[in-house]
């Protein structure tokens, strides 16, 4: 099994409604989000996906959140913008434009500060 993870990240505001502490009011990360995934095969070239496409594609999907405030962003509109669920919303997002890929996506890390991170995957 081949396990391979590419790196990015954005710069947002947000706030976590319903918190008891200075996470209440609007403050901004520059984020760090950690994208891996798996396969047990290789293709024609002996790559799983080619780490450019990866990266394009998580980039894209970024780019909506970059220097935005997360609160204004459906679903966290509706959703507090936690760590936890930013990177529920990445991974869910990320599995539909990965389909047409032979890797599975496993894991999405997403990181609001250096010492302080939420990880989402499926079992």
């Known amino acids: 099994m081949y396990e391979l993870m590419i790196e990015t990240g954005f710069a947002?505001?947000?706030?976590?409604?319903?918190?008891?502490?200075?996470?209440?009011?609007?403050?901004?990360?520059?984020w760090k989000v950690q994208v891996y995934v798996t396969t047990d095969r290789l293709n024609e070239i002996d790559i799983a996906i080619d780490f450019h496409d990866l990266k394009r594609i998580t980039n894209e999907l970024v780019a909506q959140l970059d220097h935005t405030c997360l609160n204004d962003i459906f679903p966290f509109?509706?959703?507090?913008p936690s760590?936890?669920?930013?990177?529920?919303?990445?991974?869910d997002s990320l599995r539909k434009r990965l389909a047409d890929y032979k890797v599975n996506l496993s894991a999405v890390t997403v990181w609001e500060s250096e010492t302080a991170s939420a990880t989402y995957f499926e079992e």
């Open 12 to 30: 947002s505001a947000h706030q976590l409604r319903g918190y008891k502490g200075k996470c209440e009011n609007i403050h901004g990360h520059n």
């Open 77 to 80: 509109t509706e959703k507090n």
């Open 83 to 91: 760590s936890e669920n930013i990177s529920r919303w990445i991974f």
